[in-house]
């Protein structure tokens, strides 16, 4: 029987690289897309040496024409794409009157915006019954002022999920926020591999109990 495919837009090596190894525990092939191109082949490396089939894409996710490149050749080549996690965002210390408006959407198009180019490229490679799952936080509904722009990512992601699974629910294909309700911590009820599961089982959840966000209170 063939692997399902989890392709993760944003493999860095905190929830992202968790939740690579989870999936792959599960028999998942794991296509990874980040930036750093030695992050990516070490977690690469990583997954590869425990058993799992993984790949990696060096990409800039707010190159549109580039994300887009990437997941459509990872589609093509392993045939579907069952899974997307996006995990990206884009920290910056700064209140609301030390920000630019054209740093906030700089920002939004890292956080927010590439899930759009990620879904819509690989939309076409998603069978009936795939998931896409994304990395949400309280900053959603508790901003602190001083990342004033992270706040905003994260309401404006939880507002497009839930967009995208009402559009994609008539095909079969479901998306959802778990929202991290705790600052992540190793050994914590908030560790990258507590949050990994709880993105995993959410995967898992039949449509007729699917939400578009799930809290994750550790």
Same mark, same amino acid.
């Given at each position: 029987?063939?692997?399902?495919?989890?392709?993760?837009?944003? *493999?860095?090596?905190?929830?992202?690289?968790?939740?690579?190894?989870?999936?792959?525990? /599960?028999?998942?092939?794991?296509?990874? #897309?980040?930036?750093? /191109? &030695?992050?990516?082949?070490?977690?690469?490396?990583?997954?590869?040496?425990?058993?799992?089939? %993984?790949?990696?894409?060096?990409?800039? #996710?707010? &190159?549109?024409?580039?994300?887009?490149?990437?997941?459509?050749?990872?589609?093509?080549?392993?045939?579907?794409?069952?899974?997307?996690?996006?995990?990206?965002?884009?920290?910056?210390?700064? &209140?609301?009157?030390?920000?630019?408006? %054209?740093?906030?959407?700089?920002?939004?198009?890292?956080?927010?915006?590439?899930?759009?180019?990620?879904?819509?490229?690989?939309?076409?490679?998603?069978?009936?019954?795939?998931?896409?799952?994304?990395?949400?936080?309280?900053?959603?509904?508790?901003?602190?002022?001083? %990342?004033?722009?992270?706040?905003?990512?994260?309401?404006?992601?939880?507002?497009?999920?839930?967009?995208?699974?009402?559009?994609?629910?008539?095909?079969?294909?479901?998306?959802?926020?778990?929202?991290?309700?705790?600052?992540?911590?190793?050994?914590?009820?908030?560790?990258?591999?507590?949050? *990994?599961?709880? #993105?995993?089982?959410?995967?898992?959840?039949?449509?007729? &109990?699917?939400?578009?966000?799930?809290?994750?209170?550790?």
């Amino acid at each position: 029987m063939e692997n399902k495919v989890l392709v993760i837009v944003g *493999a860095g090596p905190g929830v992202g690289a968790a939740v690579a190894r989870r999936f792959g525990r /599960e028999g998942y092939d794991v296509a990874l #897309i980040a930036r750093s /191109e &030695d992050s990516l082949e070490r977690l690469g490396t990583e997954l590869q040496e425990a058993g799992v089939t %993984a790949g990696w894409a060096p990409v800039d #996710i707010t &190159d549109q024409a580039g994300l887009t490149a990437a997941i459509e050749r990872f589609g093509q080549h392993l045939g579907h794409i069952d899974a997307l996690h996006f995990n990206p965002s884009r920290f910056r210390h700064a &209140d609301p009157l030390h920000v630019s408006a %054209a740093d906030l959407l700089a920002d939004l198009h890292v956080g927010t915006a590439a899930l759009l180019t990620a879904v819509q490229a690989a939309r076409p490679a998603m069978p009936r019954g795939a998931r896409i799952t994304v990395t949400g936080s309280m900053a959603a509904d508790q901003p602190w002022h001083e %990342a004033c722009t992270l706040g905003v990512q994260k309401a404006a992601l939880r507002n497009l999920v839930l967009s995208l699974d009402r559009t994609l629910a008539p095909e079969g294909i479901r998306a959802t926020s778990l929202t991290v309700r705790g600052t992540l911590a190793p050994d914590t009820a908030f560790s990258t591999d507590r949050v *990994a599961d709880a #993105i995993y089982e959410a995967t898992l959840t039949p449509d007729a &109990d699917w939400r578009s966000e799930v809290p994750y209170e550790g």
